[in-house]
């Protein structure tokens, strides 16, 4: 028996329809909502801002950056339950983080009720969420979407450092 193949993750195309027959987007729905991920405010639209994770044809884990000028919320950080412990989140965020420094960003944030020790391995820090710069404190995410409890947490990237 081979060695399983290694989930291969890139960028998402920017038009939400298809490969499969229910579509890309809806795909990506699917797997947000098994993971208790906020999916009211997302549009089909956004698809190009979602970095996705596919074995053998299978869309096993995702992540996205909402871009607020030189900052980003990293949000809908997820993998398939049967993907998780193989390293697949982060090499998630790694991707996200290469793309933000190519495009030239230099802060990162982000909101979990259950990955706070995850994203601490992965470099970030627990901030207050006062501390959250104004754009980031008006998007759905910090305003609605995520309860109060949640952890806010930031990176700032070094530009030269690239994964």
Known sequence: MGEPTR???ED???APDAPGPEGLWEELVQLLRRADLPVDDLEAEE???FALARRDGRLVGSGALEVYGSAALVRSVAVDPAERGNGLGGRIVEHLEQRARSGGLSHLYLLTT???RFFRRAG???LPREEAPLAIR???QFSSLCPDSAAFMGKVLDPGVLP
């Open 12 to 14: 998402a195309p920017d």
């Open 47 to 49: 698809l190009g801002s």
């Open 124 to 126: 970030y820090t627990n």
């Open 7 to 9: 989930a291969s993750i």
């Open 138 to 140: 008006t998007s759905a």
């Open 114 to 116: 259950t990955a706070e």
